[in-house]
């Protein structure tokens, strides 16, 4: 069974019209992580919930927001996107010194 | 600050050859982990194997081992008997402490092809 869900796999959305990607987990994690895959680079780190305590990278734009309600969901709201903002969104959990981090499927986000 | 470098953009490997994928890093951490993940076309990314900086033997699981050398900052991945399902892009990621907190950060990656 799937232990972090990623909705939808895809999301096709208008230029400037807000968007939500969801995260959720079965693993009782307290660390969430949001990480953009532009094509062909590495998962660029943008957040991460440690319990509640949200932790912003310096490069993350101010577009991109996340709210955690609970343990188990975290979403990722872009607020208003841009055409370079078309990539994939992994969501990953693990324990907060991790001996391994887990995945989701991902969203691959299409900005038209 | 913290880094991660995949020096090898492709590589190649004959059906059940062994190959090696290189990883080198960065960090003034004394505690740190390493770990390597799979992402095949579908886009998921697939854990494969972990090691700690205090982690006295090399990790392996299975067809995959680290080759772990401290010294030399580095922590190659080695896939024993390729298979062709192999082929994917392979990411070299550490976990870093800011704040108390670990965060993962993620190599360039490299892209395996297997060869019948």
């Known amino acids: 069974d799937a232990m972090v869900i990623q909705n939808p796999r895809y999301q096709v959305t208008q230029f400037g019209k807000p968007v939500t990607l969801s995260c959720s987990q079965t693993?009782?994690?307290?660390?969430m992580y949001w990480y953009q895959q532009k094509s062909s680079q590495a998962p660029k780190l943008l957040f991460h919930?440690?319990?509640?305590?949200?932790?912003n990278e310096a490069d993350t734009p101010d577009n991109f927001q996340s709210r955690r309600p609970n343990t188990s969901f975290c979403f990722l709201d872009i607020r208003s996107p841009g055409l370079g903002d078309a990539a994939m969104y992994l969501c990953?959990?693990?324990?907060?010194?991790?001996?391994?981090?887990?995945f989701g499927q991902g969203t691959r986000l299409t900005v038209v | 600050a913290q880094k991660i470098t995949q020096t090898q953009p492709g590589m190649f490997v004959q059906e059940k050859e062994a190959v090696t994928l290189d990883c080198t890093y960065d960090t003034s951490d004394p505690s740190y982990g390493l770990f390597w993940y799979k992402q095949p076309s579908s886009g998921e990314m697939i854990f494969l194997i972990y090691?700690?900086?205090?982690?006295?033997q090399n990790a392996t699981e299975g067809r995959y081992s680290l080759n772990f050398q401290k010294a030399r900052k580095s922590a190659n991945l080695v896939i024993s008997a390729s298979q062709l399902g192999d082929s994917a892009m392979y990411f070299c990621?550490?976990?870093?402490?800011?704040?108390?907190?670990?965060?993962?950060?993620f190599g360039a990656g490299t892209r395996l092809a297997v060869h019948p």
């Open positions: 990953a959990t693990s324990r907060g010194h991790p001996t391994e981090a887990f």
């Open positions: 090691q700690g900086s205090y982690d006295q």
């Open positions: 919930y440690y319990d509640k305590d949200f932790n």
């Open positions: 693993l009782n994690h307290n660390v």
């Open positions: 990621a550490m976990s870093r402490t800011s704040g108390g907190y670990n965060k993962l950060i």
